[in-house]
């Protein structure tokens, strides 16, 4: 930008930026997963992954868990102004290198080819807990459960197995131990 | 068993235990049964607006002027979509508003019907929250719940949505309940030891300010009394930001006028090179931030805001303080007594030489202008309404453009709630139905709207609803035919291309009043000034006047974009250097 001929000024600093899961504990009300997603639209905030569903039919909770990347000073705001919406009871968040806590994604693979590159393909899941949902003389429905960049990699090696559809999750969280989330 | 009420009667029934006594709004198809119910209201007046928006700024000015949320009522459809601006005006600024809207009925909703929008959808962004009202179980909960969320905490805008089969039912009304905690969040988050440090920094500090905002307003009368009563326990100067205008007095000598853009030469300075920033209930927007890297770069910062992400969220502070303003000033106060009951004695030494400092920045007095004997300087306009009003405790609301800051920096406000201002979102077309609303809250008091001739005529059609209700509010025009403030960034960044920033055609605005039949009055020159400024607060009724000023005058001083707090422009004079000071010598 040169001298900026605006009525605001423009920043040239780049910043290192994190990634975080946010997790929200929201009413499962309707319109409230649009509050949250418009809020990370509206305010130029990341959404890598999102997951949600309801968690307790009696409060009639729900949670919602946010893969997000930005400065600490943003990941501080996104916290700061999810927990202004009126439907939000708390909000969590965890750094990805955070040992204390687990995150999980799952995804389902479609492989189609003759029985050996089945097996090939069966065989590069071993690490993942792989489970065959669905079996027929060419072709295999795979589901693993696994971090998102070992799904990624998974996507890409797959290929030569004759992978033809990928389906998968946004990554949920849960923290190790007795301790729970207050 | 208890009586059954329809919804449309519940709305009032709520309005009533809401202590709401005047609504704006603007009917149509889908709110029919509820203004078919306004009449069996009799407490509760409407006030018939000439277009949504006009009912969403005139219900900021009520709100505003008053400390009780204003209350809106339109259709659906356009209606909702009409007062959107409005809302996110008063999103912007913190203004409590509680917006009630028609729907198509419930088994319609999502067919495309005639005047159906996604309201809530259109509105999320822009209030604090809404709802869309589907059961009449929920109606009466719903509004009184609407309300809690528009007044407590950093206030703002709400929306109840409620589509027309839902206002013809019947169901048991239900009384708010007395809660005051909003889904276990209470506004006060500070304890004695933050209250401590911050008594600590002032103590050890040698340039402290305290900068203030509309945090100070929303908190109510009584958070400006105790903000009057911590300065000049401290002796520290203070500036304001444009929308903490009347916390504390203008024309006291520890006041050193607005910061920012077009704050004085002082205040910036004084942000600049201070040691200790106590900033109390404003949010470092980039209007008075300048360049935010360079921002008083050796300050200690203080923010003390009800808001959690305001803190941290533009600059960072070294200490925050979350709460109502109200209740930290008082700790502090309290605290400040028992420890340091000779604060104010103890530290003049150590503040002299600061004070000194601020002298000389004043000095240079950066609001003087060159004067004129033949055409009125718009500032002179706004100097001469201030002297011929000040005696009157008026209600000031403004346009958006330079006209606005002049008025900001030549009026000068003595108490909280006088002045009414777009300052967020910037909202052209905000004063004029705001100072409806204003005059509503206040019947008997002097409401003058300072205008641009651009910025008017967005919302013009509201005079007629000032002269429906007499309400004797004043129009008063700084007319230079150009949309200032563009015409002044065209000519300072834009190599004087004046693109689209002329109005070539405007109405006679004296015509104009006689059409709408009110009251048109015209001034041209500065020798005629007095008298017809006079002749305006000697009619009452509903004036337009219109005041023929300079073209070309600029807004100074000013922090160019991209710049800190201590590289503003003073004036034109900055680069002819031919300084005529002293105020008005040609003309007073």
């Known amino acids: ?182 | 068993m208890s009586k059954l009420y329809s919804g449309a009667e519940i709305v009032f029934k709520c309005m009533e235990d809401q202590n709401v006594d005047h609504i704006f709004g603007y009917p149509g198809g889908a709110v029919l049964p509820i203004y078919d119910e306004l009449q069996n209201f009799k407490s509760i007046k409407h006030v018939l607006v000439r277009h949504e928006q006009g009912a969403g700024h005139a219900a900021e000015g009520y709100a505003r002027s008053s400390g009780k949320p204003g209350v809106i009522l339109v259709t659906s459809g356009p209606g909702a979509t009409n007062v959107v601006t409005a809302l996110t005006d008063a999103y912007m600024d913190s203004i409590p508003l509680v917006c009630i809207s028609g729907q198509v009925p419930t088994h319609l909703i999502g067919t495309d019907a005639f005047q159906e929008c996604d309201t809530t959808g259109i509105t999320r962004p822009c209030t604090k929250h809404n709802w869309l009202v589907k059961d009449i179980n929920d109606l009466a909960n719903t509004i009184h719940k609407a309300f809690e969320v528009a007044t407590t905490g950093r206030p703002g805008p709400v929306l109840v949505d409620i589509p027309k089969d839902i206002q013809f039912q019947k169901t048991k009304y239900k009384k708010p309940k007395k809660e005051n905690k909003l889904n276990g969040k209470s506004h006060n988050h500070f304890n004695q030891n933050s209250i401590d440090k911050l008594i600590e920094l002032m103590s050890k500090s040698s340039k402290p300010i305290f900068y203030t905002g509309g945090g100070v307003i929303n908190s109510g009368p009584k958070a400006s009394e105790l903000l009057r009563e911590l300065v000049y326990a401290t002796g520290f100067p203070i500036t304001s930001t444009l929308q903490g205008l009347g916390s504390f007095p203008g024309d006291d000598n520890q006041f050193l006028g607005m910061l920012g853009m077009h704050g004085t030469y002082e205040a910036n300075n004084a942000m600049h090179d201070c040691d200790l920033m106590i900033n109390i209930g404003a949010r470092f927007d980039d209007r008075i931030t300048g360049k935010i890297d360079e921002f008083s770069p050796k300050s200690k910062k203080v923010h003390i805001d009800i808001d959690p992400s305001s803190i941290n969220k533009n600059v960072k502070v070294d200490l925050a303080i979350v709460g109502d303003v109200k209740t930290v000033l008082s700790s502090t106060l309290k605290s400040l007594k028992q420890k340091k009951s000779k604060f104010l004695n103890s530290n003049k030494q150590k503040t002299s030489k600061w004070w000194e400092k601020i002298q000389k920045w004043r000095s240079i007095r950066s609001l003087d202008y060159i004067g004129s004997e033949e055409t009125i300087k718009p500032q002179y306009a706004i100097e001469r309404l201030y002297e011929l009003t000040k005696d009157k405790d008026s209600y000031i609301t403004t346009e958006v453009g330079q006209h606005q800051m002049w008025a900001a920096q030549h009026y000068k406000f003595n108490k909280p709630n006088r002045w009414m201002t777009s300052g967020g979102l910037g909202t052209m077309g905000y004063g004029l139905p705001a100072a409806v609303g204003v005059q509503v809250a206040h019947p008997k008091k002097l409401v003058i709207d300072i205008a641009g001739e651009a910025s008017v005529l967005m919302t013009i059609q509201e005079m007629s609803t000032a002269v429906q209700y007499n309400l004797p509010i004043k129009i008063f025009i700084l007319n230079n035919q150009y949309m200032g403030m563009v015409r002044q960034w065209q000519e300072l960044l834009h190599d004087k291309n004046y693109s689209e920033s002329y109005t070539a055609a405007l109405p006679d605005f004296v015509k104009l009043a006689e059409a709408y039949n009110c009251v048109g009055i015209r001034a041209k020159t500065p020798e005629e000034l007095d008298d017809k400024i006079i002749e305006m607060l000697n009619t009452d009724r509903p004036v337009i006047f219109d005041c023929m000023v300079d073209k070309v005058e600029n807004c100074f001083p000013m922090i160019p974009s991209g710049k800190p707090h201590n590289q503003m422009i003073l004036g034109p004079k900055d680069q002819e250097s031919k300084k005529i000071t002293g105020k008005g010598k040609s003309l007073v």
Not at chain 1, 12 to 32: L, R, S, Y
Not at chain 1, 37 to 46: A, C, D, E, K, M
Not at chain 1, 163 to 181: C, E, K, Q, W
Request: proline content about 3%; aromatic content about 6%; overall charge positive.
């Open chain 1, 1 to 182: 930008m040169p001298n900026s001929k605006s009525a605001y000024s423009f920043s040239n600093k780049k910043e290192k930026f994190d990634t975080h899961i946010i997790v929200v504990w929201v009413d499962n009300e309707a319109g409230v997963l649009a509050r949250v997603v418009g809020l990370f639209s509206g305010r130029g905030y990341n959404i890598e992954s999102l997951a949600v569903a309801q968690v307790d039919e009696k409060l009639n909770l729900s949670r919602i868990t946010i893969v997000t990347t930005g400065t600490p000073q943003v990941v501080n705001q996104i916290k700061l102004q999810l927990r202004k919406l009126v439907p939000v009871h708390k909000v969590a968040d965890f750094k990805r290198e955070d040992k204390a806590v687990i995150f999980k994604e799952m995804a389902l693979f479609k492989i189609v080819g003759p029985n050996n590159k089945l097996e090939g393909a069966l065989k590069a899941c071993k690490k993942y807990n792989p489970v065959i949902l669905d079996k027929t003389k060419k072709s295999n429905v795979i589901q693993i459960t696994a971090l998102r960049r070992e799904i990624d990699k998974m996507s890409k090696d797959l290929k030569k197995f004759g992978l033809v559809s990928v389906s998968r999750t946004g990554a949920v969280a849960m923290t190790r131990g007795a301790d729970i989330f207050k």
